[in-house]
């Protein structure tokens, strides 16, 4: 069973910059694509970013491109979101996901759909201020 243990959520003034960070456990060599989502108030979720853990194919949610970059590292199986730049509007709660059935692969990366993730972390809060 996998498990996603979160960190480094928080608060930060416009502008500034947060790193999260994702360590997964019981993951196979069928979890190619891990990534994080974000869910704020009143708002569906949205695929922020994802890779794909064989070669390190990125994609990113428009709203974040330019601002955030997602990396790993394989040998500890971690992955960390480098928020730079944040706005208001980045204010939400990040979750970490991990596709553990082979349904999030696409061509050029990784699904940005919710439903192609089937492990999900608790969640870290990321709040914004203007």
């Known amino acids: 069973q996998v498990q996603l243990v979160e960190s480094g959520g928080g608060s930060v003034q416009a502008g500034g910059s947060l790193r999260l960070s994702c360590t997964a456990s019981?993951?196979?060599?069928?979890?190619?694509?891990m990534g994080w989502f974000r869910q704020a108030p009143g708002k569906e979720r949205e695929g922020v970013a994802r890779?794909?853990?064989?070669?390190?194919?990125?994609n990113y949610a428009d709203s974040v491109k330019g601002r955030f970059t997602i990396s790993q590292d394989s040998a500890k199986n971690t992955v960390t979101l480098q928020m730079n730049s944040l706005k208001p509007e980045d204010t939400a709660m990040y979750y970490c996901?991990?596709?553990?059935?082979?349904?999030?692969?696409?061509?050029?990366?990784?699904?940005?759909?919710?439903?192609?993730?089937?492990?999900w972390g608790q969640g870290t809060q990321v709040t914004v201020s203007s």
């Open positions: 890779i794909y853990t064989s070669g390190g194919i990125t």
């Open positions: 996901v991990v596709d553990t059935q082979g349904r999030a692969p696409i061509a050029g990366g990784c699904s940005r759909w919710e439903y192609n993730y089937n492990s």
């Open positions: 019981g993951v196979t060599r069928r979890s190619k694509c």
